[in-house]
Structures are given as structure tokens and as C-alpha cells.
T-cell receptor
Framework: KQEVTQIPAALSVPEGENLVLNCSFT??????LQWFRQDPGKGLTSLLL?????REQTSGRLNASLDKSSGRSTLYIAASQPGDSATYLC????????????FGDGTTLTVKP | NAGVTQTPKFQVLKTGQSMTLQCAQD?????MSWYRQDPGMGLRLIHY???????DQGEVPNGYNVSRSTTEDFPLRLLSAAPSQTSVYFC????????????FGEGSRLTVL
């Protein structure tokens, strides 16, 4: 059974810092990995999708990398802003059953002005 | 461009009552799914569908029923509500099960008394 772990569960940083969020998964036969952002009381907003054949994806100040051999993905946020405060989740889909995504519990980020 | 639309946003039920959570998407996505999100449990897959007429069980299907008669709609039925079904429910869709980016609705908050 695929297990997805996100450490740390919570992170607090001052504005302007560069930071890295981690996502680990146990089964490396993944189809893709997706990073989401969730604001309190809201739905999940897609940030980046990395296919299994890709090593990284970039969107603005965000960069996500994927290392299947080590079972890890990182989300890099450059020059953090208070508006980046939210919970960040990663989700993994496997080749064996792409209809099922397994989510981590998320990292709650607070960026202090 | 509506994306994924869920109704109702809030609902209070009494134990034993039945109800249907509605989900509709206007992106012509083949894949649709239902998740529940609970504190400390993360997001868990209830049911999913890879196309009209095709549904399958996820991680926590008991007490829920689904059908997919059209590409656009994927309703979730609670047959006899229980307090353990108090949760926030999210509908998600993607163009295809494997490679597609997953898009979420805003959620439906259900309380069962």
C-alpha cells in the first residue's frame, strides 16, 4: 500500500525566506505526483504536476522536483510572502491503479510579515 | 469557467437520514472522484469513476453510493447517515485517470447529529 509522508507538519518562516517542503512515498512505481495548496475552509488548488518521466516542474516562484529512486519530492518556494501561508499537500498516483491518488497529511506553512 | 461545482456547501442531517451531494464539472473530464477530509486522517478516497457508466470503490466506500450516468455529473449518496460521516467532502476531476491534473471543488461540509 502506498504511503505518503510530509515532514514537517508545520513550518513558520519570516517573509522573504526561501524554503523547501518535503514529500516522501513508499512505492516508486508512480504515474505522477501533484502538489496542492489548501487555504482554511477552501478546496485544494493545484500548484504543480510532475509526470513520472519528468525531474522537475516550475511555476513562478515554485519549483517541484521528483526523485523516484529515493521516493522523494520537494517543493521549493522562493522569496516567501505572507500570502503563501496555507497547507501544502502532495498526492501520488501509481501505475498499478492510476484512478487512486494517495495524499500526504500536508505541511502547514506560516509566513510572518 | 465553472470548473468543479459542489452543492450544497453546508448540510446538517440527523442520524438515519439520506441525502445526495452533487458534483458537476464542465471540463469534459473522464475521471471523477469523491474524497472525505477529516482532521488527523487526511484526504481519503471514497469512490471514483473513469467514465460514464464506470465506477469503483476507493479506500472508504462503506455507507456511500455513486453512479455516473453522464460525463458531467458524479453524485455521492449517503444511504443512512451516521455521525461518523461528519466530514468535509471534496469532489475532484481530471481529463484522464493517469496523466491528468486533478482539479477540486470547494467542498461540502456535512454534519450528522
Amino acid at each position: 500500500k502506498q504511503e505518503v509522508t510530509q515532514i514537517p507538519a508545520a513550518l513558520s518562516v519570516p517573509e522573504g525566506e526561501n524554503l523547501v517542503l518535503n514529500c516522501s512515498f513508499t512505492d516508486s512505481a508512480i504515474y505522477n505526483l501533484q502538489w496542492f495548496r489548501q487555504d482554511p475552509g477552501k478546496g485544494l488548488t493545484s500548484l504543480l504536476l510532475i509526470q513520472s518521466s519528468q525531474r522537475e516542474q516550475t511555476s513562478g516562484r515554485l519549483n517541484a522536483s521528483l526523485d523516484k529512486s529515493s521516493g522523494r519530492s520537494t517543493l521549493y518556494i522562493a522569496a516567501s510572502q505572507p500570502g503563501d501561508s496555507a497547507t501544502y499537500l502532495c498526492a501520488v498516483r501509481l501505475w498499478t491503479n492510476a484512478g487512486k491518488s494517495t495524499f500526504g497529511d500536508g505541511t502547514t506553512l506560516t509566513v510572518k510579515p | 469557467n465553472a470548473g468543479v461545482t459542489q452543492t450544497p456547501k453546508f448540510q446538517v442531517l440527523k442520524t438515519g437520514q439520506s441525502m445526495t451531494l452533487q458534483c458537476a464539472q464542465d471540463m469534459n473530464h473522464e475521471y471523477m472522484s469523491w474524497y472525505r477530509q477529516d482532521p488527523g486522517m487526511g484526504l481519503r478516497l471514497i469512490h471514483y469513476s473513469v467514465g460514464a457508466g464506470i465506477t469503483d470503490q476507493g479506500e472508504v466506500p462503506n455507507g456511500y453510493n455513486v453512479s455516473r450516468s453522464t460525463t458531467e455529473d458524479f453524485p455521492l449518496r449517503l444511504l443512512s447517515a451516521a455521525p461518523s460521516q461528519t466530514s468535509v467532502y471534496f469532489c475532484a476531476s481530471s481529463y484522464d485517470p493517469g496523466t491528468g491534473e486533478l482539479f477540486f471543488g470547494e467542498g461540502s461540509r456535512l454534519t450528522v447529529l
